[in-house]
């Protein structure tokens, strides 16, 4: 087999800086799973950002998307040809984060499915609910499971360059991942919200009918025919993209308020079905405490495609929803036997209850 290494001359690259700050705690760990700068994440966001610029171009057919991402990326198995990337990203520091202990008390939220001994709902803490992992319960409160993590409003520089022919999409997708890119742990739930500032000018400014926000977008039944991420969902009321009806001074404030989104949204769809087999819930995400489905077990994951994201407004922070319709992937779906069929029919509809809830508990971005 012949192999091949392009070698890019350093002159014919552009080259970007931009200034990364984050607006929550960030759970980046290092090989000791504590708290510190590093790049390989962020070239994971720019990669995942980078599928859903050019997904509709590719024709949303994922063997054309990677075999392009290969060569831009970097790859070992294109047949005969290995390539390094040529995308390259460098951090002026790569150190240890400052926040070494959490904040106390953690904001409390109750959760009606989590009850005393008398059987009342009782208060789980809001920040433990959406960063359980790199968050514990420790002595009476939240903690750090491990030493360190990146405190909101610590700061670092981003150096990309790439070839000029990909210039304009690389920065398309850094703008779409200042818009709504976290990193780490439970970066879904919004933890690790980060704001890219260009040094070569201001950055977009996150408007509903920005070009580059409509380019990516796609209907919701359309997107879940696929079961990979690969563009913002959109229904008849326009993008699924909701923002906190108040603004907050302070991460954990705003963090609070998405604990109680996720909760009367997720709560909202009963368990109505018998123990161990698949529910109208198991949709959203798996696994799901006491709620195993039998033919999953407990090492079937599925991530949760509706994210959230803090965001700068002005001198205040507001929280964002933000939906990446897509399918249960096949895999998933065989062992289900007889109920695959109705779990998948019933996508549709569970999103739709769940878009209806957030309608209610948010603000559509129209």
Request: charged letters at 20%; glycine letters at 8%; aromatic letters at 10%.
């Amino acid at each position: 087999m012949n192999t091949t290494t392009e070698v890019i001359s350093p002159l014919s690259l552009i080259r970007q800086i931009y200034t990364v700050r984050f607006t929550t705690p960030a759970f980046l760990g290092d090989a000791e799973q504590n708290g510190a700068w590093r790049t390989p994440p962020f070239k994971a966001l720019l990669r995942e950002w980078w599928r859903i610029a050019v997904a509709k171009e590719h024709g949303y057919d994922h063997r054309r998307l990677r075999e392009t991402e290969g060569r831009l990326f970097g790859n070992a198995w294109l047949k005969d040809e290995f390539q390094r990337s040529k995308i390259m990203l460098r951090l002026d520091r790569w150190e240890a984060g400052k926040l070494n202990q959490w904040p106390v008390p953690d904001p409390t939220v109750i959760h009606r499915e989590v009850t005393n001994h008398a059987g009342n709902p009782r208060p789980v803490g809001s920040h433990l609910y959406l960063g359980y992992g790199p968050l514990v319960f420790r002595q009476g409160n939240t903690a750090l499971r491990a030493n360190a993590a990146l405190q909101a409003d610590e700061t670092n520089t981003l150096r990309i360059a790439c070839p000029k022919a990909a210039a304009d999409m690389i920065r398309q997708t850094l703008q779409l991942m200042a818009w709504f890119g976290a990193l780490g742990g439970r970066s879904r739930n919004g933890w690790g919200s980060l704001e890219l500032n260009s040094e070569g000018g201001a950055p977009e400014a996150f408007q509903p009918n920005h070009r580059w926000l409509q380019a990516i977008t796609r209907p919701l039944n359309d997107c879940l025919q696929l079961d990979w991420p690969h563009a913002l969902g959109r229904d008849q009321q326009g993008l699924l993209i909701w923002k906190t009806k108040l603004d907050y001074g302070q991460w954990r404030e705003v963090m609070k308020e998405l604990a109680c989104v996720k909760i009367a949204f997720r709560t909202a769809l009963k368990f109505t079905g018998p123990p161990g087999q698949p529910d109208r819930r198991h949709v959203l995400a798996y696994p799901v405490t006491h709620h195993a489905i039998g033919a999953w077990g407990h090492q079937a994951r599925l991530a949760n495609q509706l994210r959230f994201k803090v965001i700068r407004a002005g001198n205040r922070l507001v929280g964002l929803a933000y939906h990446l319709p897509c399918s249960t992937p096949d895999e998933l779906l065989r062992p289900l036997h007889n109920a695959q069929n109705s779990f998948r029919q019933q996508q549709l509809s569970v999103w739709q209850e769940v878009h209806a809830q957030l309608d209610a508990l948010m603000n559509r971005l129209t």
